[in-house]
């Protein structure tokens, strides 16, 4: 696994980015890219939503998602001191978010009435169709429209996470003030990701 350290900063605070190849370039349908992102730990195998925020908020950190046309991820914000505890917790987000029914359809529904709210705006309709005309059958120029929101599952999206997040390996990048300890400790722990082929339930 690739890991980048750039070392900065006089605080004793750093950002780990965890990156994969998941953009929205290698859909097959639209949304899968963005709803998996957005739903990367709201809930894991042995932890809900709430469960899941209040471990990264004890100690101070909190992870925040990105989803773009080439890559998607998460990133961890924390102190290097807490790092021990954050780093086992991040892993199991990444490889244990369960997408349970109940936060697919809550959050599906939350998702469609903000794009039936932005289809109001005059400048959120002309980019979403200017790409189109720009880009055409490219997977740049994939405008999004209502329709997309129905055709898309919560079983697509688990398979999504399982074929590129938990069977891919990503690229780590850690910014900011980090121990030597600590580097060991990410180099270890991310280390250990292998990315092989999981097989998991049609549940």
Request: glycine share 6%; net charge negative; proline share 2%.
């Amino acid at each position: 696994i690739e890991i980048y350290y750039i070392e900065g900063g006089k605080q004793d605070v750093c950002r780990i980015d965890v990156l994969y190849k998941a953009g929205n370039i290698f859909e097959t349908k639209n949304l899968l890219s963005s709803i998996t992102n957005d739903l990367l730990g709201e809930g894991t195998k042995n932890k809900t939503s709430l469960e899941v925020n209040e471990g990264f908020d004890f100690y101070g950190a909190y992870i925040q998602h990105e989803s773009s046309r080439d890559y998607s991820g998460i990133s961890l914000f924390a102190s290097d001191k807490h790092l021990a505890n954050l780093i086992p917790l991040l892993l199991e987000v990444m490889l244990e978010s369960n997408y349970s029914q109940h936060e697919f359809d809550v959050y599906l529904k939350n998702r469609i009435a903000r794009f039936e709210d932005n289809l109001k705006k005059v400048e959120f309709v002309c980019r979403n169709e200017f790409t189109g005309m720009i880009f055409g059958e490219h997977p740049y120029g994939k405008p999004l429209k209502m329709e997309h929101f129905d055709a898309v599952n919560r079983f697509e999206i688990k398979a999504w996470y399982h074929q590129h997040y938990v069977n891919q390996l990503p690229v780590v990048f850690v910014t900011g003030r980090v121990e030597d300890d600590s580097k060991k400790r990410i180099t270890d722990m991310f280390g250990c990701l292998t990315g092989k082929t999981t097989i998991f339930p049609k549940t």
